[in-house]
């Protein structure tokens, strides 16, 4: 069945760094949604991605979409201590699957 | 809050035992989801319903199984229970059946057994 893979697994940053998690697939994905999960919440829709190679931005956060349709990355700039939480991809499809995230803490 | 309530937020309960779980999707959305997230784990996907009808299928157990009422809530019982079905159970709804629809997500329902 589809995999989807993200890493890094965990992310420690300073306040002010960057942070990019990437979520790779087995198969070409028809769109790819991130989600943003605050510790001890649950799962917030961030972002769907649909075309090739697409770009979006919110704020600090880059969203791009590869030109295979088979991974993705979401890039923070200058990342805060509410940027805190983990980020999920998830990849549609016959079955809607979500990469295992990758847990970014951010150090004030 | 994201309009999906789930019901009870906390369970203890032993093994061996059976236990519903009830979650209420947003006003007009006609899909349902459930997901397991165990300790520090990603979120597996077990089930989904549009409009009554059961939608894609996970990693569910044959002890568990759901529904979807006519009032489009819907319910995820689990039988027979094991200490490692301890979890997060979240529900999230969706506007349509198609998984190109973001999912809004429930507060979720700690499961515990003992």
């Known amino acids: 069945g589809q995999q989807v893979m993200q890493i890094p697994q965990y992310q420690h940053v300073q306040e002010g760094e960057d942070f990019t998690t990437y979520c790779n697939s087995s198969?070409?994905?028809?769109?790819i949604q991130w989600y943003k999960q605050r510790p001890g919440g649950h799962p917030v829709f961030l972002i769907q991605?649909?075309?090739?190679?697409e770009v979006k931005k919110q704020k600090r956060l880059t969203f791009q979409f590869g030109e295979a349709k088979k991974n993705s990355s979401l890039h923070i700039t200058a990342t805060q201590t509410t940027d805190v939480g983990t980020y999920f991809c998830?990849?549609?499809?016959?079955?809607?699957?979500f990469g295992p995230g990758t847990r970014l803490s951010v150090l004030p | 809050d994201s309009g999906v309530t789930q019901t009870p937020k906390h369970l203890i309960t032993a093994t061996g035992q059976r236990v519903t779980l009830r979650c209420s999707p947003r006003?007009?959305?006609?899909?349902v989801y459930w997901y397991q997230q165990s300790l520090d784990q990603g979120l597996q996907f077990l089930i989904q319903?549009?409009?009554?009808?059961?939608?894609a299928k996970g990693n569910i157990l044959e002890r568990f199984s759901a529904q979807q009422f006519p009032d489009l809530h819907s319910e995820l019982n689990l039988s027979s229970l094991e200490l490692g079905d301890s979890a997060l159970y979240f529900c999230?709804?969706?506007?349509?059946?198609?998984?190109?629809?973001?999912?809004?997500f429930g507060p979720g329902t700690r499961l515990t057994v003992t």
């Open positions: 999230a709804s969706s506007v349509v059946g198609a998984n190109s629809y973001e999912q809004y």
């Open positions: 198969t070409t994905l028809s769109n």
């Open positions: 991605l649909v075309k090739s190679g």
């Open positions: 998830a990849a549609g499809g016959q079955n809607f699957v």
């Open positions: 006003s007009g959305d006609l899909s």
């Open positions: 319903y549009y409009n009554g009808e059961e939608r």
